[in-house]
């Protein structure tokens, strides 16, 4: 899966208060390097209840850049870390990475 | 409409927040990154609505409905679309949000809390206002609606999150605020002379210098209140 993020549904937020707008891409760009940490770790120490809450936290970072496929991804891993299970799991990470990327570059 | 924001993300806090600075009937004051800490808020400040995230570590957005024995309106902010059934358990919940919230989505909402309110207001039975134009006000206690009559009341007193309302007959406990009830009163009965006491006026039995008799009961009468109640007073 090669989805990539955009900002349509920030720049839909936003209007035309490029104030916020800054803002906001400021606030997720502080709060995703530290989920997806806290995700690793998780993942680490096969913690799976907690990578299943930082998973639904995350997924919503992928709704509002707008990355439906990933979205999808992120709601059925969670459902599997429910249930014991991690078949998702590298493609998720590959999902975290591009995501990673994409706000280097915003 | 003054709301909070309870989420333990910040990029759905900031995202509920643009929201409401769009819309002109809300006035954000505050925001919680945790439900525990937004309870010890709504012990001491009246809010009109509540901006919930479901999902949280530990205390969950259920668990915050729960603990609160007079919530005020609630919309629920979730990223699960099935969520919609469950939301629906409780009075105060008038609607949910699935994320990320549109603000086409959001403005529907808000107008339901609006509709809420009014459908409220019209059931509340002010001053004489009611189809029999009685005068009458009803609290709710235990799930029961106990009717008073407005010129049966003597005092009511703040007490923390409750109110004390004495009558000619009994006292009654009711989980709301002072202000909250003034609104409910009319002004040709009721007077507030103090922070914490409201008096039916028709009932004093004399005055002095910083306080009231009513039955037998001395009420304070504070130095800012005092001069109002010296105009409502028909002195000879």
Redesign the interface.
């Known amino acids: 899966m090669q989805e990539k993020p955009n900002l349509s ?1 920030v720049d ?4 035309d ?1 490029t104030e ?1 707008k800054n ?2 891409i400021s ?2 760009k ?2 995703f390097p530290k989920e997806k940490e806290l995700y690793m770790d998780c993942v680490d120490r096969q913690l799976t209840k907690q990578t299943a ?1 930082i998973v ?2 995350i ?3 992928f ?2 850049l707008s990355m439906q496929d990933s979205y999808r991804l992120a709601v059925a891993y969670e459902m599997e870390l429910l249930e014991g299970r991690t078949t998702s799991e590298s493609e998720f990470k590959s999902v975290l990475n591009i995501m990673e990327n994409y706000l280097k570059t915003i | 409409m003054n709301c909070i924001i309870i989420d333990d993300e910040a990029t759905a806090r900031a995202v509920v927040r643009q929201l409401c600075s769009k819309t002109p009937a809300l006035n954000v004051i505050d925001e919680f990154e945790n439900a525990i800490d937004a309870i010890k808020f709504l012990n001491h400040q009246d809010i009109d609505v509540v901006f919930l995230d479901i999902h949280m570590p530990g205390f969950t957005g259920v668990d915050f409905v729960q603990t609160l024995k007079n919530p005020p309106k609630i919309i629920l902010t979730t990223s699960d679309t099935d969520f919609g059934i469950a939301a629906y358990e409780y009075e105060a919940i008038v609607d949910y949000l699935v994320k990320p919230i549109t603000p086409e989505r959001f403005e529907k909402s808000v107008q339901k809390i609006i509709n809420a309110k009014n459908s409220q207001q019209k059931n509340v039975k002010p001053e004489g206002s009611g189809p029999s134009g009685s005068e009458d006000l009803y609290i709710n206690i235990d799930r029961r609606l106990i009717k008073l009559k407005l010129e049966e009341i003597l005092i009511i007193e703040a007490k923390g999150d409750y109110i004390d309302i004495k009558t000619i007959k009994e006292q009654f406990r009711v989980h709301t605020t002072l202000k909250k009830i003034k609104e409910k009163l009319p002004e040709k009965l009721f007077l507030q002379i103090h922070r914490s006491f409201i008096i039916n006026f028709t009932k004093i039995i004399d005055i002095e210098d910083n306080s009231v008799l009513i039955e037998k009961n001395v009420i304070p009468i504070s130095r800012s209140n005092r001069p109002e109640l010296m105009r409502r007073l028909n002195l000879l």
């Not at chain 1, 839909?12 to 209007?15: D, I, K, M, T």
Request: proline share 0%.
């Open positions: 549904y839909q937020l936003s209007g208060d916020f803002s906001f606030i997720i502080q709060e809450d639904h936290k997924k919503h970072k709704s509002i």
